[in-house]
């Protein structure tokens, strides 16, 4: 599991996640392969869909006016999956992107936390440690097996370049 930075109190507050304005959405989470074959064996959950480009497919929200993760109670604002959640929803709000052949970590200044936080010495010392938790060879071996988690967000900011093999740029 990755440590977070946002804390948990506030993302139970904030109705931003796990929303989507589409049902088509590049913002829902992509998974990684074994993360899709542990959610097609898991017959305790909410119904949903995996795209062939590996996303989870939202499904339009039964208490609201957008669409949002099949496996979001947007009443409580809990993950049905959240001890078990894809990479991808672990990382948020950062992101890994691929800007001009460069394999970027970057942020999400959307979430309300990070745009106050982003240039504290708490969002320096935590960008160092997601630095060095995806440039350790056993991530490395993950992002270049399941290059179809490197994407490319736009109106995300730069925070570091990632160390990673050049066959997955
Ligand atoms: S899997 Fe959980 S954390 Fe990820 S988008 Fe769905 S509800 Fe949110």
Not at 3 to 30: I, Y
Not at 95 to 121: F, G, W
Request: charge should be negative.
């Amino acid at each position: 599991m990755i440590k977070q930075f946002v804390p948990q109190e506030f993302c139970l507050k904030c109705q931003g996640c796990c929303r989507f304005k589409e049902a088509n959405s590049v913002w829902s989470p992509c998974l990684l392969d074994e993360e899709v074959q542990g959610l097609l064996d898991r017959t305790d959950l909410p119904a949903a869909s995996i795209s062939i480009d590996r996303r989870i497919q939202p499904v339009v929200n039964p208490h609201g006016a957008e669409f949002i993760c099949p496996f979001l109670n947007s009443l409580d604002n809990k993950c049905a999956i959240y001890a078990g959640r894809p990479f991808e929803c672990q990382l948020y709000p950062f992101l890994i992107n691929l800007r001009n052949d460069k394999v970027l970590l970057t942020v999400d200044l959307n979430c309300p936390y990070v745009y106050e936080n982003i240039n504290s010495q708490e969002a320096k010392d935590y960008i160092a440690y997601l630095c060095d938790f995806l440039n350790s060879p056993q991530q490395l071996k993950i992002l270049k097996d399941n290059p179809q988690i490197i994407q490319a967000y736009e109106e995300v900011r730069e925070v570091a370049e990632l160390r990673l093999p050049h066959e997955i740029k």
